[in-house]
């Protein structure tokens, strides 16, 4: 914590993992180089905490996501609620059999009798130059999994409360970090404060355009809200914060009321989560709609290494300001 009281995005993270361990012995972590033997993670997430309760609890595991994910699927059935940390949401794919065809079913193949309270934390984003392999944004992959929760945070204080909220869910959830943010500083979150799971948050009221979005894009698109409404364009900026189940009652009551939406997101726009939003919006008020839901995603390719194609690569708040100036005319 810095000396003005503000909190590193990181810094959030381990503090909700220790307020969680520190409330329930059933709370463990699994994950590569994540015990402080082996530096307290890739990304200091987990610092400190393997000393104050021990490598039985934050267990360092080999490079085997099947077999963190295998291990952290058990426990949770055996009464744990174990955070299972997957270095990077690529890595995602090498145990996707576990995670959706074991983790995200059995609560329903066993008729409601077998939960499995796992939370996946996994970090991804592009801007830092990983390349490909490191760098994709794939909520919407999971998004369409029946069983599972998808969620991200936009600041410090929702990482923790919303972390503290996905590790008592009885239902797996995927906790998605940007990279690109665990340096970003904020104010803290009051101990034991949690934010629940489903619900948006309107950051900012308006009354002519809707801007939906999530994770690190929501910083962006408040300062755009700003530079619009110096044009006198009233807009409205909605964080997602779970992106599965989104909250819809929120999305829909903001369109009708102001009859324009623009959905961002970093991930790829092709099949991403803003198409589903904006068929929903589309199927539900296409006649309260004074112009059509505009997307704004990545570009339809791989992530590229080169810092200057990664850049072309990604959405840009000029792509989001462009639409909007589109649809008022």
């Given at each position: 914590m810095s000396k003005d009281g503000a909190i590193s995005f990181a810094q959030s993270i381990n503090q909700a993992l220790d307020e969680a361990m520190a409330a329930s012995d059933k709370v463990m972590i699994f994950g590569e180089d994540i015990a402080d033997a082996q530096g307290g993670g890739v990304f200091k997430a987990t610092s400190g905490l393997s000393t104050k309760y021990g490598t039985g609890r934050v267990r360092t595991t080999p490079i085997a996501e099947q077999a963190i994910m295998g291990a952290a699927i058990g426990a949770a059935i055996a009464g744990y609620r174990p955070v299972a940390e997957i270095m990077f949401m690529n890595f995602l794919t090498v145990c996707m059999d576990q995670l959706v065809n074991h983790a995200a079913k059995l609560r329903f193949m066993s008729g409601g009798k077998t939960f499995v309270p796992i939370t996946v934390r996994c970090t991804t984003g592009a801007g830092v130059g990983f390349g490909g392999q490191h760098s994709d944004m794939l909520e919407a992959w999971f998004a369409h999994v029946p069983g599972m929760k998808v969620v991200t945070a936009s600041n410090p204080a929702e990482a923790k409360g919303l972390l503290l909220s996905a590790i008592e869910d009885d239902d797996?959830?995927?906790?998605?970090?940007?990279?690109?943010?665990?340096?970003?500083?904020?104010?803290?979150?009051?101990?034991?404060?949690?934010?629940?799971?489903?619900?948006?948050?309107?950051?900012?009221?308006?009354?002519?355009?809707?801007?939906?979005?999530?994770?690190?894009?929501?910083?962006?698109?408040?300062?755009?809200?700003?530079?619009?409404?110096?044009?006198?364009?009233?807009?409205?900026?909605?964080?997602?914060?779970?992106?599965?189940?989104?909250?819809?009652?929120?999305?829909?009551?903001?369109?009708?009321?102001?009859?324009r939406a623009v959905i961002v997101h970093e991930a790829i726009k092709s099949f991403g989560v803003g198409a589903e939003i904006s068929s929903r919006i589309h199927e539900e008020l296409f006649a309260d709609l004074k112009a059509p839901v505009k997307r704004v995603g990545s570009k339809y390719c791989p992530v590229p290494f080169s810092p200057p194609l990664e850049q072309a690569f990604l959405y840009s708040q000029d792509e989001v300001y462009a639409s909007i100036r589109r649809m008022m005319g």
């Open positions: 797996p959830t995927l906790f998605i970090e940007d990279i690109m943010m665990y340096a970003q500083k904020g104010e803290p979150l009051a101990a034991g404060e949690k934010i629940p799971l489903g619900k948006a948050r309107v950051r900012r009221e308006g009354s002519d355009v809707t801007v939906i979005t999530y994770g690190r894009p929501v910083a962006q698109m408040d300062k755009l809200a700003e530079e619009l409404a110096g044009e006198g364009i009233s807009a409205e900026v909605i964080d997602l914060r779970t992106i599965a189940p989104f909250d819809e009652d929120t999305v829909l009551n903001s369109v009708a009321k102001t009859g």
